[in-house]
């Protein structure tokens, strides 16, 4: 199976500042790589992803990157607002085939001081 | 609102005691997955089904089981409660069963075990 860790476990930052969050993975079939985020009382909620044919991605002020001969992928935020402040899972698995559930890391817990 | 529902939102119960935990995924979604979140575990997979049917089995306790009526909702039972069991369970949807369908989230069943 796929082990994930993630890091760091706990991060803060000024507002405004920018943020980063890396998570390694160890089965190199995986080619799908979500991030997730959880808000206080919610559940997680998918924000990017990233397949293993593109190296980068960005949805406005957050970005994933992806190194597959490094097996590991990151989350990029910037300009960080108290909005951002969250926990951030990541759960890299493989796409096709038949049922797959998501290993997800840690977490990091993100809190951005106004 | 991802369109994923789940009751209770919160439960408090003894030791020794039985539970159902219930799932109604979002519109159109025919794969229910139950994960457990605690502190010290993580968010850990439980069990999924589709249509009905059990696809995968994740780190679930004999004293837990789940099923998918025809309706597509799901119910897990936790019974003979220990301490341990104390956490948050959540129930996630997806269109179909392998790893390229995103999951949804709903909000969670607090569960405290006294």
């Known amino acids: 199976g796929e082990n994930v860790e993630q890091h760091p476990s706990t991060l803060s930052v000024q507002e405004g500042d920018s943020a980063v969050i890396k998570c390694t993975y160890s089965?190199?079939?995986?080619?799908?790589f979500p991030w997730y985020k959880q808000e206080l009382g919610k559940g997680p909620q998918l924000i990017i992803d990233i397949r293993s044919n593109v190296g980068e991605k960005k949805d406005q002020r957050i970005a994933v990157t992806l190194n597959k001969t490094a097996k590991h992928f990151s989350l990029h935020i910037t300009e960080t607002q108290p909005e951002d402040s969250a926990v951030y899972f990541c759960a890299p698995r493989e796409s096709s085939g038949s049922a797959r559930q998501l290993t997800f890391g840690s977490g990091t817990q993100l809190t951005v001081l106004p | 609102d991802s369109g994923v529902t789940q009751t209770p939102k919160h439960l408090i119960t003894a030791t020794g005691q039985r539970v159902t935990l219930r799932c109604s995924p979002r519109s159109g979604d025919l794969s229910v997955y139950w994960y457990q979140q605690s502190l010290d575990q993580g968010l850990q997979f439980l069990i999924q089904?589709?249509?009905?049917?059990?696809?995968a089995k994740g780190n679930i306790l004999e004293r837990f089981s789940a099923q998918q009526f025809p309706d597509l909702h799901s119910e897990l039972n936790l019974s003979s409660l220990e301490l341990g069991d104390s956490a948050l369970y959540f129930c996630?949807?997806?269109?179909?069963?392998?790893?390229?369908?995103?999951?949804?989230f709903g909000p969670g069943t607090r569960l405290t075990v006294l």
């Open positions: 996630a949807s997806s269109v179909g069963t392998s790893g390229r369908w995103e999951q949804f």
């Open positions: 089965d190199s079939a995986s080619n799908y």
């Open positions: 089904y589709y249509n009905g049917e059990e696809r």
